[in-house]
């Protein structure tokens, strides 16, 4: 009996019993449909954070942590009867930060990869509109210079807010949430207070909306000498340099060379945000694996089908042993059963999902500031390969499933069967 035989006899069966046959089809084609909405969804999601956090923070980061020491110059040199003695003397509540940093931009200028450079100074204060007051960061910086860095310049509300903070040195651009937490509109006069309790009043000259709500309703931007002058720093101090770079994908290399040239610690966006990032990817994969039990429950469905055909069809088990047939064969033409049941079900349920992510994906609702995004819509991305894999996992759980009521039918004794003792 060749494998064409085998297929027609598992078609037999299964015909005989289309309802059933129908109902356990529709059990994988329910858990492909809802593991390929799944996938979708979440790679929808870790893709938005991805992009997101791409296009609203600096590629490259130096901080002011320094890598490679400085080295006084008083122990500089090869005589070895001079001693030094060098004692850190840094108070606790003293910033870190990047000095001479003009000298550091102009070191990393040659790395081709480096399309803007932006110094800037952060500050944590306290911002206060007549009786509301909230915490902040303010970010001091050069507008010319960071419109390109973190996709400031695309995410303005007032369009002409980068050019008006160039020009107003007491000015602010906040996000959109903190200027509603603030109450505050356009040219508002905001009272920003530095953690030793010093008052500096600024304009609000603008307000922008990135759609990650921490930072829209936590970071400002101010001018760099204002940063600078309420963190009690240097003229030629900043606390970080932020950069964009040519080729995003390849940032962690250029990190590693702004590094070396500079000497300051340097972080790519993925490593910046790699709790954000992780976190998402971690959500994603939970979630995949706990709708990858519906599978399970669709192949206990085939697997208590094929356990019913194989008590029903006991006799022509006995007969068809009798006449000489291999137990292989048997075994194969009830997994033959359970492929079909399998293949039926993905044909169903692939499109079936693929409907579902249309559908998903044409919903619309009000943007919620609840959450990490501010969306207005389920972010889905759905590929070829989720309903390969869909597919490919669909058929294996089914034939898998059907495998030991297979096993099963060739248990029986044929003499036992015919002579009634087995039956269905």
């Not at 060749?2 to 084609?29: C, M, P, S, W």
Request: hydrophobic share 45%; with cysteine.
């Amino acid at each position: 009996m060749n494998y064409l035989d085998q297929a027609r006899i598992a078609f037999v069966h299964l015909r005989e019993r289309k309802r059933q046959t129908l109902l356990t089809a529709l059990g994988v084609a329910v858990g492909s449909a809802m593991l390929v909405t799944t996938i979708s969804v979440a790679r929808g999601s870790s893709s938005n954070v991805i992009a997101k956090v791409i296009d609203t923070m600096p590629h490259v980061m130096v901080t002011a942590e320094r890598v490679v020491p400085l080295i006084p110059d008083n122990i500089i040199g090869q005589n070895s009867r001079r001693i030094a003695m060098v004692t850190k003397n840094i108070t606790p509540d003293k910033q870190e930060v990047i000095k001479n940093y003009a000298g550091v931009v102009e070191s990393i200028r040659s790395v081709k990869e480096l399309q803007s450079i932006s110094p800037f100074v952060l500050s944590k204060l306290l911002a206060r509109n007549k009786t509301r007051f909230t915490p902040c960061v303010a970010r001091g910086v050069v507008p010319q210079l960071e419109g390109e860095i973190a996709g400031l310049k695309k995410n303005l509300i007032e369009k002409n807010a980068l050019e008006e903070l160039s020009y107003t040195p007491n000015g602010i651009l906040v996000g959109d949430l903190l200027a509603k937490k603030l109450n505050a509109g356009y040219h508002s006069r905001v009272v920003l207070v530095t953690k030793n309790s010093e008052e500096f009043p600024v304009t609000l000259v603008g307000r922008f909306s990135s759609g990650f709500n921490a930072k829209d309703e936590r970071e400002a931007y101010v001018n760099l000498a204002l940063a600078q002058r309420m963190e009690g720093i240097a003229s030629n101090s900043v606390t970080g340099i932020g950069m964009r770079t040519a080729h995003v994908e390849r940032a962690k290399e250029t990190a590693a060379e702004v590094q070396r040239l500079s000497g300051y610690k340097s972080e790519s966006w993925d490593e910046t945000n790699r709790n954000v990032i992780e976190f998402y990817n971690r959500n994603a994969l939970i979630t995949l694996v706990l709708v990858g039990f519906v599978f399970i429950v669709a192949g206990l469905g085939v697997s208590s089908v094929m356990t019913t055909v194989v008590l029903q069809k006991v006799k022509d088990i006995a007969i068809m042993r009798s006449m000489g047939m291999p137990a292989g064969n048997i075994t194969r033409i009830f997994m033959l059963e359970g492929l079909m049941i399998g293949i039926l079900g993905v044909l169903i349920g692939s499109p079936v999902g693929h409907v579902i992510c249309h559908f998903v994906s044409s919903i619309r609702f009000e943007a919620s500031t609840a959450g990490v995004l501010k969306s207005d819509r389920i972010n889905l991305i759905e590929t070829p390969d989720a309903h390969l894999i869909v597919i490919v996992f669909g058929i294996l759980i089914a034939v898998l499933s059907s495998m030991s009521p297979a096993r099963k039918a060739t248990r029986y004794q044929p003499v036992r069967i015919l002579r009634g003792e087995v039956g269905a």
